[in-house]
């Protein structure tokens, strides 16, 4: 059964960079049919996706909203996926969640559980 | 800008009732894209319906998903008291503001 789970600090000061990384377990991160995704969540607010990329590095989509803030990355070796989000505010206060994304359908099907940051000085 | 609209904000159903919710997107999109979600308080999504109207893995035969273009819905055909949640609409890069299907 594929898991996916989130790590990095849950609180970030103004102006710096948060950084997350979700680790996949019971399945390979390098397969063809997926990428590799992020979502967040403001709190009694609804999803908004971040962006996605494929296994290989060689295709990444952002949400053009927040493109010129954020980086994805993907470490095979490691069976990890990152996140970093530069210059945040406190609007960027989320549940950011990691996700597997059907590249052919573009759909959710395996999600992280979620981990909380906090931008706050 | 793509906008998914979900409607209505909040269903208020008794357990055994139907429930209706609606998602209509701002421009004609594949049906192939759009998936269904359910979020329970402090949960992850979990995945529901995708490409308009196929079930996922484990998702009971009361979820049903349908509708074409601009216009789809999700259907629960008698709520069970754990499907009390928030629903939302997805497609590719938007999600849908959700639905709140609460008990009456």
């Known amino acids: 059964q594929l898991q996916l789970q989130e790590s990095g600090p849950g609180l970030v000061k103004p102006s710096e960079t948060l950084s997350l990384t979700c680790t996949v377990s019971?399945?390979?991160?390098?397969?063809?049919?997926?990428?590799w995704a992020w979502i967040r969540q403001p709190p009694g607010k609804g999803l908004e996706w971040i962006g996605s990329?494929?296994?290989?590095?060689?295709?990444?989509y952002y949400n053009p909203s927040l493109k010129s803030r954020v980086t994805i990355s993907v470490d095979t070796s490691k069976n990890q996926f990152s996140l970093k989000m530069s210059s945040v505010t406190a609007a960027d206060t989320a549940v950011y969640y990691c996700?597997?994304?059907?590249?052919?359908?573009?759909?959710?099907?395996?999600w992280g559980q979620g981990t909380l940051v906090t931008v706050s000085s | 800008e793509f906008v998914l609209t979900q409607s209505p904000g909040t269903l208020s159903l008794s357990p055994g009732e139907r429930a209706t919710l609606s998602c209509r997107a701002s421009?004609?999109?594949?049906?192939?894209?759009l998936a269904w979600y359910q979020q329970k308080s402090g949960q992850a999504p979990r995945l529901l319906i995708y490409?308009?109207?196929s079930r996922a893995a484990g998702i009971p035969d009361r979820f049903s998903g349908s509708g074409s273009g601009t216009d789809f819905t999700l259907t629960i055909s008698r709520l069970e008291p754990e499907d009390y949640a928030v629903y939302y609409c997805?497609?590719?890069?938007?999600f849908g503001q959700g639905t709140k299907v609460e008990i009456k």
């Open positions: 996700a597997r994304q059907l590249v052919a359908l573009n759909y959710f099907d395996y």
């Open positions: 019971g399945g390979s991160i390098s397969v063809t049919s997926y990428y």
């Open positions: 990329m494929y296994y290989s590095g060689s295709n990444s």
């Open positions: 421009q004609s999109i594949s049906s192939n894209y």
């Open positions: 490409a308009a109207s």
């Open positions: 997805q497609q590719p890069g938007t």
